[in-house]
């Protein structure tokens, strides 16, 4: 497991690097588009093991990639009244701080869904758990989310 100096050093390495991927390779200069780019190499960096075969930054820009495009060209995830790209997120180590909060298991559903963007029904099997029951944990996340940013509970999630 990196130590979180080594993560910063790594998130501070990329960051320019990746806002400047986001507006050549999709012609634009969406903020929400590279803060979903940063979101995805923060937990790239975090998801990461030495003993992948795929380098961290071949790793990273797959994952930044992949985030970006879904964000530009469509989201499946629109029952969960919580996107974490409003969010002008002033350190970007706080996505890892709440994540670091959860339990492995919460954290691993967080990023299925969030980050690898796959289905309820997808993440229940891959977990052994009903698509009702992510779905009630995917509420209290966002829940909790909403809590540690500090951003109003509509009472809808």
Not at 106 to 128: H, N, P, V
Request: hydrophobic share 35%.
């Amino acid at each position: 497991m990196k130590s979180k100096k080594k993560k910063d050093e790594i998130i501070s390495k990329y960051t320019p690097i990746i806002e400047r991927y986001v507006v050549k390779k999709f012609h634009t200069f969406n903020e929400d588009a590279i803060q979903e780019g940063l979101l995805a190499m923060i937990m790239a960096v975090n998801d990461h093991k030495p003993s992948y075969k795929t380098p961290l930054n071949v790793y990273i820009f797959n994952r930044v990639s992949r985030a970006v495009k879904t964000l530009l060209y469509g989201k499946k995830h629109d029952n969960t009244d919580f996107n974490f790209t409003e969010r002008n997120f002033e350190n970007l180590s706080d996505l890892g701080v709440f994540i670091d909060n959860l339990s492995k298991k919460d954290a691993e559903i967080f990023r299925l869904f969030f980050i690898d963007d796959m289905t309820l029904e997808k993440i229940g099997a891959k977990m052994g758990c009903t698509k009702q029951r992510i779905s009630q944990k995917v509420k209290v996340l966002v829940k909790q989310a909403r809590r540690f940013y500090n951003v109003e509970d509509s009472g809808e999630a």
